[in-house]
């Protein structure tokens, strides 16, 4: 096993080479002094790595402060941009002890990557004026205006060294062969400051290098001048972006951290309001040095994680190098040419427009939020672009919230009104208009399509039922799960439901506490089961009968194969939201999957997942255990002297999930981060683990596997809480509440993690 203390040391280094050329970049696009970038790296590292809450994050001047610093020291100067950045962690502070942390994660992602966006086609359009040998203007606009002439005029010894580096940045991870895999070690954006410096000194190319001034001249802050309503915007805004931008890259790092390790050498989750803590005692010191503002920086954490790092001395020693690097390494230093740091940059604020995060945007329909946003950040600034995505946020959730279709329709004397989205307040208008067109002494059918109505809706609804009911008419309200009639010497609709069942409410017939039915014979043909039955003939077969008719001329295709416990609380269409046609499911005492060739097989179990897999051609396959478990109850009180039974005989299939939850060999899975709450709970996991591990000894599963064309999926349902929790490589099943902006996949599919900036 690797010594932590080694790991920690070998993961510094990694982070300081990438940090070094990063940081003095950044400096260069801020115009800040660039040793600044340097004093913001040390302190991030040393300061907010001993007291930040998320061991792993590395913390440093950030490209998402880019553009709010380099304005700020355009208005006010340095020395006053240094103030703002002590005051700002001073606000941080403040968030911290009043344990707001949770609450910057509110903003939308898609704000969020809109404003980081932004901010990377800012620093871009800025650096390419650099790269060709020019001067950045003020803006962006005025960048886009002036690009026309600087691409008629570039500088030809700048172009060709920011090319080199541009060239190396993206064809170093892709070397081939052996000599690629060493080279590979290599952080990609040393490997190309290196390469351009390397060039432009053998070539003896004259170009502006970087210029280290002297540290006992360094500029330190002075007391802010300007005024103070400016002063006060520019304090908040580097403290919300900051904030935000920390918070995020912390919780992206602890899903990367759950991706890609076992809880055995797993650190501790992120304390955010601790992590928040230290953003502000990091910017308190860096702006006291003379620093820019610190973050916490997505591609040093991941770089961080992926190194090996298991603790929070690796951040702290990645600091220390950057001191050391400042003290002696001054003369290297100032051989890099400006051009290739800001090839370097305008790389970086490239890659802050990632494609997966429009992808993700765009799936969950929030690209107009996302686009005016990065529009109003490079036209307007950050504060301005983050109100403008706000804004847009807002107009779009009401636009969803009133985007209710009611329509009505009459065939064969029965009129149906249809309501197809939410009944708000912002609704009743239109929805009284329509009812006002139906007219009295008729049957009514109105489907009610949403899953939520408010009080205004719900009355307006009511009064007008009553009325049509008193006027002669009925009145039949139906919803995607319900069916009630009203009518003449009947009982009103949604009035008149149980009052523990309204008519939005999943299911109309149960209830906590059942009304004493009266004593009277038995209905025919079972009772309650005949009963159902005839509900559904009557309320329900109707409405699905097309869809059932459709999928019985077509056959099956279900997607994955669910095989879970055979309790009667697990309903699988709610809590996986399926239908008809969409899960091949196996249920069984205890979601056991037996291993081929085993003593009493069940050749049914089997039988379903070749059926599954090799006909069906599912997917993917879901082993879904749930809490409170008789099967496992059961196996934790079995003994070995006790008679065997058909039940016995089945749950010898679940004793290797006993032996691996007693095994010292394997980590015990956890639930949303914290261990089970008893030794039930804590089976209940590991038989899912388990019985994952059985469904891989399969032929044809693991035929698939190999193909690449099946996929495995282990869940948990925690009935009392009526929560889902999805298994992650590392054995932890995550809250899919939690999790659902910012998924595993999503950050094996980016080079960082989602919501956070270079």
Same mark, same amino acid.
């Given at each position: 096993?690797?010594?932590?203390?080694?790991?920690?040391?070998?993961?510094?280094?990694?982070?300081?080479?990438?940090?070094?050329?990063? !940081?003095?970049?950044? +400096?260069?696009?801020? &115009?800040? =002094?660039? /040793?600044?970038?340097?004093?913001?790296? #040390? $302190?991030? *590292? %040393?300061?907010a790595?001993?007291?930040?809450?998320?061991?792993?994050?590395?913390?440093?001047?950030?490209?998402?402060?880019?553009?709010?610093?380099?304005?700020?020291?355009?208005?006010?100067?340095?020395?006053?941009?240094?103030?703002?950045?002590?005051?700002?962690?001073?606000?941080?502070?403040?968030?911290?002890?009043?344990?707001?942390?949770?609450s910057?994660?509110?903003?939308?992602?898609?704000?969020?990557?809109?404003?980081?966006?932004?901010?990377?086609?800012?620093?871009?359009?800025?650096?390419?004026?650099?790269?060709?040998?020019?001067?950045?203007? !003020?803006?962006?606009? +005025?960048?886009?205006? &002036?690009? =026309?002439? /600087?691409?008629?005029?570039?500088?030809? #010894? $700048?172009l *060709? %060294?920011?090319?080199?580096?541009?060239?190396?940045?993206?064809?170093?991870p892709?070397?081939?062969?052996?000599?690629?895999?060493l080279?590979?070690?290599?952080?990609?954006?040393?490997?190309?400051?290196?390469?351009?410096?390397?060039?432009?000194?053998?070539?003896?190319?004259?170009?502006?290098?970087?210029?280290?001034?002297?540290?006992?001249?360094?500029?330190?802050?002075?007391?802010?001048e300007g005024?103070?309503?400016?002063?006060?915007?520019?304090?908040?805004?580097?403290?919300?972006?900051?904030?935000?931008?920390?918070?995020?890259?912390?919780?992206?790092?602890?899903?990367?951290?759950?991706?890609?390790?076992?809880?055995?050498?797993?650190?501790?989750?992120?304390?955010?309001?601790r992590?928040?803590?230290?953003?502000?005692a990091?910017?308190?010191?860096?702006?006291?040095?003379?620093?820019?503002?610190?973050?916490?920086?997505?591609?040093?954490?991941?770089?961080?994680?992926?190194?090996?790092?298991?603790?929070?001395?690796?951040?702290?020693?990645?600091?220390l190098?950057?001191?050391?690097?400042?003290?002696?390494?001054?003369?290297?230093?100032?051989?890099?040419?400006?051009?290739?740091?800001?090839?370097?940059?305008?790389?970086?604020?490239?890659?802050?427009?990632?494609?997966?995060?429009v992808?993700?945007?765009?799936?969950?329909?929030e690209?107009?939020?996302?686009?005016?946003?990065?529009?109003?950040v490079?036209?307007?600034?950050?504060?301005?672009?983050?109100?403008?995505?706000?804004?847009?946020?807002v107009?779009?959730?009401?636009?969803?919230?009133?985007?209710?279709?009611?329509?009505?329709e009459?065939?064969?004397?029965?009129?149906?009104?249809?309501?197809?989205g939410?009944?708000?307040?912002?609704?009743?208008?239109?929805?009284?208009?329509?009812?006002?067109?139906?007219?009295?002494?008729?049957?009514?059918?109105?489907?009610?399509?949403?899953?939520?109505?408010?009080h205004?809706?719900?009355?307006?609804?009511?009064?007008?039922?009553?009325?049509?009911?008193?006027?002669?008419?009925?009145?039949?309200?139906?919803?995607?799960?319900?069916?009630?009639?009203?009518?003449?010497?009947?009982?009103?609709?949604?009035?008149?439901?149980?009052?523990?069942?309204?008519?939005?409410?999943?299911?109309?017939?149960?209830?906590?506490?059942?009304?004493?039915?009266?004593?009277?014979?038995?209905?025919?043909?079972?009772?309650?089961l005949?009963?159902g039955?005839?509900?559904?003939?009557?309320?329900?077969?109707?409405?699905?009968?097309?869809?059932?008719?459709?999928?019985?001329?077509?056959?099956?295709?279900?997607s994955?194969?669910?095989?879970?416990?055979?309790?009667?609380?697990?309903?699988?269409?709610?809590?996986?939201?399926?239908?008809?046609?969409?899960?091949?499911?196996?249920?069984?005492?205890?979601?056991?999957?037996?291993?081929?060739?085993?003593?009493?097989?069940?050749?049914?179990?089997?039988?379903?997942?070749?059926?599954a897999?090799?006909?069906?051609?599912?997917?993917?396959?879901?082993?879904?255990?749930?809490?409170?478990?008789?099967?496992?109850?059961?196996l934790?009180?079995?003994?070995?002297?006790?008679?065997?039974?058909?039940?016995?005989r089945?749950?010898?299939?679940?004793?290797?999930?006993?032996?691996?939850?007693?095994?010292?060999?394997h980590?015990?899975?956890?639930?949303?981060?914290?261990l089970?709450?008893?030794?039930?709970?804590?089976?209940?996991?590991?038989?899912?683990?388990?019985?994952?591990?059985?469904?891989?000894?399969?032929?044809?599963?693991?035929?698939?596997?190999?193909?690449?064309?099946?996929?495995?999926?282990?869940?948990?349902?925690?009935?009392?809480?009526?929560?889902?929790?999805?298994?992650?490589?590392?054995?932890?099943?995550?809250?899919?509440?939690?999790?659902?902006?910012?998924?595993?996949?999503?950050?094996?599919?980016?080079?960082?993690?989602?919501?956070?900036?270079?």
């Amino acid at each position: 096993m690797t010594n932590p203390r080694t790991a920690d040391l070998s993961a510094s280094l990694t982070v300081f080479l990438i940090a070094l050329p990063l !940081s003095l970049g950044i +400096a260069l696009a801020t &115009g800040a =002094p660039l /040793q600044a970038g340097l004093v913001a790296a #040390a $302190a991030g *590292g %040393i300061v907010a790595g001993w007291f930040g809450g998320a061991p792993l994050q590395v913390s440093g001047p950030a490209a998402g402060l880019t553009v709010v610093t380099a304005e700020l020291i355009q208005r006010y100067g340095w020395r006053t941009t240094c103030a703002v950045t002590v005051l700002a962690g001073i606000c941080q502070l403040g968030l911290a002890m009043l344990r707001t942390a949770r609450s910057a994660l509110m903003v939308s992602p898609a704000i969020v990557h809109g404003m980081l966006a932004g901010i990377g086609v800012t620093i871009a359009l800025a650096q390419l004026h650099i790269v060709l040998g020019g001067t950045p203007q !003020s803006s962006p606009v +005025a960048n886009v205006l &002036g690009l =026309p002439d /600087q691409l008629a005029d570039p500088h030809p #010894a $700048a172009l *060709g %060294i920011s090319a080199l580096t541009l060239v190396v940045l993206l064809t170093w991870p892709r070397l081939p062969g052996r000599a690629g895999r060493l080279l590979g070690r290599v952080p990609p954006a040393l490997a190309a400051v290196a390469a351009a410096t390397t060039l432009a000194a053998v070539a003896g190319l004259s170009l502006p290098r970087v210029d280290l001034p002297s540290w006992s001249s360094h500029a330190l802050p002075e007391l802010p001048e300007g005024p103070v309503l400016g002063i006060i915007a520019a304090v908040l805004t580097i403290t919300l972006v900051g904030s935000v931008e920390s918070l995020l890259s912390s919780v992206a790092t602890d899903k990367l951290i759950a991706t890609e390790r076992g809880t055995e050498n797993r650190p501790p989750r992120a304390d955010l309001d601790r992590e928040l803590r230290g953003q502000g005692a990091a910017n308190i010191v860096s702006g006291a040095l003379g620093g820019l503002p610190v973050t916490g920086v997505a591609v040093r954490s991941v770089a961080n994680v992926k190194s090996g790092a298991v603790s929070r001395r690796s951040s702290m020693m990645h600091g220390l190098w950057i001191v050391l690097a400042a003290a002696l390494l001054v003369p290297v230093l100032d051989l890099i040419p400006l051009a290739a740091l800001a090839a370097l940059v305008m790389a970086v604020g490239i890659q802050m427009v990632n494609i997966t995060h429009v992808r993700s945007v765009t799936r969950h329909r929030e690209f107009p939020v996302y686009a005016a946003t990065l529009v109003a950040v490079v036209l307007g600034g950050v504060l301005e672009g983050v109100a403008v995505g706000i804004a847009v946020a807002v107009a779009v959730a009401l636009h969803r919230l009133a985007r209710t279709r009611i329509t009505v329709e009459e065939a064969e004397g029965v009129h149906r009104v249809r309501a197809r989205g939410q009944l708000t307040f912002l609704a009743v208008p239109r929805l009284s208009r329509v009812l006002g067109q139906v007219p009295h002494q008729t049957h009514t059918v109105i489907e009610l399509d949403g899953s939520f109505m408010d009080h205004a809706a719900y009355e307006t609804l009511q009064d007008w039922q009553d009325s049509h009911v008193a006027h002669g008419g009925s009145v039949e309200v139906t919803g995607r799960s319900l069916a009630t009639r009203t009518g003449e010497g009947q009982t009103p609709g949604p009035r008149g439901a149980h009052q523990c069942c309204r008519p939005w409410t999943p299911w109309q017939n149960h209830c906590d506490q059942r009304p004493a039915e009266p004593a009277a014979e038995p209905l025919r043909g079972g009772g309650r089961l005949a009963s159902g039955i005839s509900a559904f003939q009557r309320d329900t077969a109707p409405r699905v009968r097309g869809e059932l008719a459709r999928l019985a001329r077509e056959g099956q295709r279900p997607s994955q194969l669910f095989l879970t416990c055979a309790d009667s609380r697990l309903v699988t269409s709610m809590i996986t939201s399926s239908g008809p046609g969409d899960l091949f499911t196996v249920r069984n005492v205890g979601n056991l999957v037996p291993l081929p060739g085993a003593e009493y097989e069940d050749d049914s179990v089997a039988a379903a997942i070749e059926y599954a897999v090799d006909v069906l051609k599912v997917d993917s396959i879901t082993v879904c255990g749930h809490s409170g478990c008789g099967a496992m109850q059961a196996l934790l009180n079995s003994s070995p002297g006790m008679p065997t039974t058909p039940l016995r005989r089945w749950l010898r299939h679940g004793r290797p999930s006993v032996e691996r939850m007693a095994s010292r060999h394997h980590a015990w899975a956890r639930i949303s981060g914290r261990l089970p709450a008893d030794a039930v709970e804590q089976l209940c996991l590991t038989n899912v683990v388990q019985q994952l591990e059985h469904l891989r000894a399969h032929e044809a599963v693991a035929r698939r596997l190999a193909e690449g064309t099946l996929e495995l999926h282990g869940m948990y349902f925690h009935v009392g809480e009526a929560q889902a929790y999805l298994l992650s490589e590392g054995q932890d099943f995550y809250d899919c509440q939690v999790f659902d902006s910012v998924t595993p996949t999503d950050l094996r599919e980016s080079p960082e993690p989602a919501g956070a900036s270079a």
